[in-house]
């Protein structure tokens, strides 16, 4: 999991719960967007029957399945109808969907490389940038991308949040225009100063910009200077990302198409511990898009979108349980989770 053991054990209590669940546990909510087909170069999925309104819990009782202690689970299945238009029929249990009662470790990473591109794309530039910083030393930044999701570098997602810059990336990019209603930002992995981002050149091609430093001295509403975010927020991030071609242009990221196949590349490479359910639920040939967690001591994570191949059903799929419930099989119980969920949604 590459970078996320090593992510500073914070003890994160009382986290962010900006939105009030207005349904019981397992609710299922439909919702809507016209979109153009052909995600990622690929053709519409077809299914005209949405399935079943029974609610997850009740699936899972019904499979004599217990979800562990403390865990929260939210899903989706992706529709797309016969004019192209999307539709996600969601599920949630245990903490549902927008609870926020855990640290969200490493699987924040998208959000943050996503705000770095968007910064990038306001001056003109993709993610084939190079940065230099003061001390001379410089990288592209889709190379920070990459160590960031494929390998979980916690120094690289340090970066990432100086080039977003701290107070740009809370107050602009994690907006709810964005998908994000209940982000917030502001925690190092690495023990770089986040909140205080050096002047940047920038150079893509023949351009070059100069970047002035910018410091923030923002207080947000997150304990402990610590990182919140939502089970349904991470997703969003991965769902805009992997469906962006079939997303109507309000929904779609202010990033480059290069940048999105990058993105969609470092997520399809990431071990992530749902992929073994995920294979035993839907066949090895599953692709899953994803980005796990995990805090040592609080909570393992595992976020993202799983393609079913042989069918091209599409589910969003984001867990989370306490590491004091995960018991010896420890973040890999997530796997059995998603195998649970997958099956339950499938039938």
């Given at each position: 999991?590459?970078?996320?053991?090593?992510?500073?054990?914070?003890?994160?209590?009382?986290?962010?719960?900006?939105?009030?669940?207005?349904?019981?546990?397992?609710?299922?909510?439909?919702?809507?967007?016209?979109?153009?087909?052909?995600?990622?170069?690929?053709?519409?999925?077809?299914?005209?029957?949405?399935?079943?309104?029974?609610?997850?819990?009740?699936?899972?009782?019904?499979?004599?399945?217990?979800?562990?202690?403390?865990?929260?689970?939210?899903?989706?299945?992706?529709?797309?109808?016969?004019?192209?238009?999307?539709?996600?029929?969601?599920?949630?249990?245990?903490?549902?969907?927008?609870?926020?009662?855990?640290?969200?470790?490493?699987?924040?990473?998208?959000?943050?490389a996503l705000g770095a591109l968007d910064f990038l794309r306001t001056l003109g530039f993709t993610g084939a940038a190079t940065v230099q910083w003061p001390s001379g030393w410089s990288t592209s930044v889709r190379a920070l991308i990459n160590d960031a999701i494929?390998?979980?570098?916690?120094?690289?997602?340090?970066?990432?949040?100086?080039?977003?810059?701290?107070?740009?990336?809370?107050?602009?990019?994690?907006?709810?225009?964005?998908?994000?209603?209940?982000?917030?930002?502001?925690?190092?992995?690495?023990?770089?100063?986040?909140?205080?981002?050096?002047?940047?050149?920038?150079?893509?091609?023949?351009?070059?910009?100069?970047?002035?430093?910018?410091?923030?001295?923002?207080?947000?509403?997150?304990?402990?200077?610590?990182?919140?975010?939502?089970?349904?927020?991470?997703?969003?991030?991965?769902?805009?990302?992997?469906?962006?071609?079939?997303?109507?242009?309000?929904?779609?990221?202010?990033?480059?198409?290069?940048?999105?196949?990058?993105?969609?590349?470092?997520?399809?490479?990431?071990?992530?511990?749902?992929?073994?359910?995920?294979?035993?639920?839907?066949?090895?040939?599953?692709?899953?898009?994803?980005?796990?967690?995990?805090?040592?001591?609080?909570?393992?994570?595992?976020?993202?979108?799983?393609?079913?191949?042989?069918?091209?059903?599409?589910?969003?799929?984001?867990?989370?349980?306490?590491?004091?419930?995960?018991?010896?099989?420890?973040?890999?119980?997530?796997?059995?989770?998603?195998?649970?969920?997958?099956?339950?949604?499938?039938?």
């Open positions: 999991m590459g970078g996320d053991r090593w992510e500073p054990s914070v003890a994160v209590a009382g986290v962010l719960v900006a939105l009030v669940l207005t349904a019981g546990l397992g609710a299922l909510v439909v919702r809507t967007a016209a979109g153009a087909a052909a995600s990622l170069g690929r053709g519409p999925v077809v299914l005209a029957a949405a399935p079943s309104p029974v609610a997850l819990p009740e699936r899972f009782r019904a499979a004599g399945y217990t979800l562990p202690r403390g865990a929260s689970v939210y899903a989706a299945q992706v529709l797309t109808s016969p004019g192209g238009s999307l539709r996600l029929v969601e599920y949630e249990a245990g903490g549902g969907a927008n609870g926020g009662d855990f640290w969200p470790a490493s699987s924040v990473k998208v959000m943050v494929d390998d979980s570098a916690n120094d690289a997602y340090d970066l990432l949040v100086q080039i977003a810059g701290l107070d740009r990336l809370n107050t602009s990019f994690l907006s709810p225009a964005n998908g994000f209603s209940d982000t917030v930002i502001q925690r190092s992995y690495a023990g770089y100063d986040i909140h205080s981002s050096p002047q940047l050149l920038i150079t893509e091609g023949p351009r070059s910009v100069t970047v002035p430093a910018r410091s923030s001295s923002a207080v947000y509403d997150c304990p402990q200077w610590g990182n919140c975010s939502t089970l349904h927020d991470m997703a969003e991030s991965i769902r805009r990302v992997i469906l962006h071609d079939e997303l109507p242009p309000a929904q779609r990221f202010n990033v480059d198409r290069s940048d999105i196949r990058a993105l969609a590349g470092a997520l399809l490479a990431a071990e992530g511990w749902m992929d073994p359910g995920v294979a035993r639920a839907l066949g090895i040939r599953a692709r899953v898009y994803n980005k796990p967690g995990f805090a040592s001591g609080l909570d393992c994570l595992d976020v993202g979108l799983v393609e079913d191949v042989a069918t091209r059903r599409r589910f969003v799929l984001a867990m989370t349980v306490p590491v004091a419930s995960a018991g010896d099989q420890g973040c890999e119980v997530l796997a059995g989770m998603a195998e649970a969920v997958l099956e339950a949604l499938v039938t």
